[in-house]
């Protein structure tokens, strides 16, 4: 099972690394989510993601206080802004805008509804 859950953080480590180029896919999600399996598969890996330099701080105020710190509440919203703003110049069909709007509304608010970090 400890191979199973490493393996898990390794590839939510991978795709919180392509998130950070894609804007549509989240970073910090698997982060967490990395964390979460590395603490069940290894103390090194999960040490490490702790004490990472840009990683790991997000993670902690999260797990110590549903935290999120202001600056990634607004790297977060820029990347809304930016996410939506070129599907609306994409000329997207209006119930596409319509659901993205409402969703990355949601997504938005329940982030700057968390305490700051």
Do not use: Y
């Amino acid at each position: 099972m400890r191979i199973l859950f490493a393996g898990l953080g390794i590839l939510c480590v991978a795709l919180a690394a392509i998130g950070v180029v894609l804007p549509l896919l989240p970073t910090v999600p698997f982060l967490l989510l990395a964390a979460f399996f590395f603490a069940r598969s290894s103390d090194k890996l999960h040490a490490w993601i702790l004490n990472h330099n840009t990683f790991g701080p997000m993670i902690v105020d999260w797990n110590e206080s549903g935290a999120i710190r202001p600056g990634a509440k607004k790297a977060a919203t820029a990347s809304v802004a930016a996410v939506f703003s070129i599907s609306v110049v994409a000329d997207l069909a209006t119930h596409i805008l319509l659901i993205q709007a409402v969703t990355l509304s949601l997504v938005m608010l329940f982030i700057w509804t968390r305490p700051n970090g």
